[in-house]
């Protein structure tokens, strides 16, 4: 969710900048079909408010999956200074989930400020939800975790971890260098 907070201000520098939508287009990104099934996938296995994940089994292999198929699409288009930070966002979130057995670790604390009681009760309760797990004791490298928030009062308030923090910064960073012409 905190990808969408990047979209508006990203497009909105970019048309300040003089650079237009149809622009982006002509930046050649290759393999955009990787962003797509891998976000597709993300969808499936995210417990989303007072929803749970469409697919409750085997997540963490998909969970994994979805991130390398992330990370092949910024491999392959490295070549746009942007993505290479989000590319460094996305190895700290692959390195924590690949480290916890491909979940993320979240905290229930920060979920509920966010206003995801129910997937912070889930995840106090059982000790994962979707794709994330309870972070505590036995998870590894909670600084990379969920543990950051948006308070419930913003509109696709999420619980975030660094890691989607430079994702979506690298994505604020991308718009405005893509919508300008070549």
Request: proline letters at 0%.
């Given at each position: 969710m905190i990808l969408l907070w990047a979209l508006p201000p990203g497009l909105l520098i970019g048309w300040?900048?003089?650079?237009?939508l149809?622009?982006?287009?002509?930046?050649?990104?290759?393999?955009?079909?990787?962003?797509?099934?891998?976000l597709g996938i993300q969808l499936l296995i995210f417990p989303l408010g007072r929803v749970g994940p469409v697919i409750t089994w085997g997540t963490e292999a998909l969970h994994l999956?979805?991130?390398g198929l992330l990370a092949l699409f910024l491999w392959i288009n490295r070549r746009h200074w942007p993505l290479v930070v989000m590319a460094v966002g996305l190895l700290a979130n692959l390195l924590v989930i690949?480290?916890?057995g491909g979940l993320m670790p979240a905290d229930p604390e920060a979920l509920a400020?966010?206003?995801s009681h129910r997937a912070a009760g889930v995840l106090q309760e059982e000790?994962?939800?979707g794709n994330v797990v309870r972070m505590g004791e036995d998870t590894r490298l909670n600084f990379l975790g969920d543990w950051l928030y948006l308070p419930k009062q913003v509109p696709l308030a999420?619980?975030?971890s660094l890691g989607d923090l430079a994702i979506a910064l690298g994505l604020l960073l991308f718009l405005p260098y893509a919508m300008r012409s070549p």
């Open positions: 300040l900048a003089g650079g237009r149809r622009n982006i287009e002509s930046r050649h990104l290759r393999k955009g079909y990787l962003v797509a099934l891998a999956l979805s991130y690949a480290t916890n400020r966010a206003g000790g994962h939800v999420a619980a975030f």
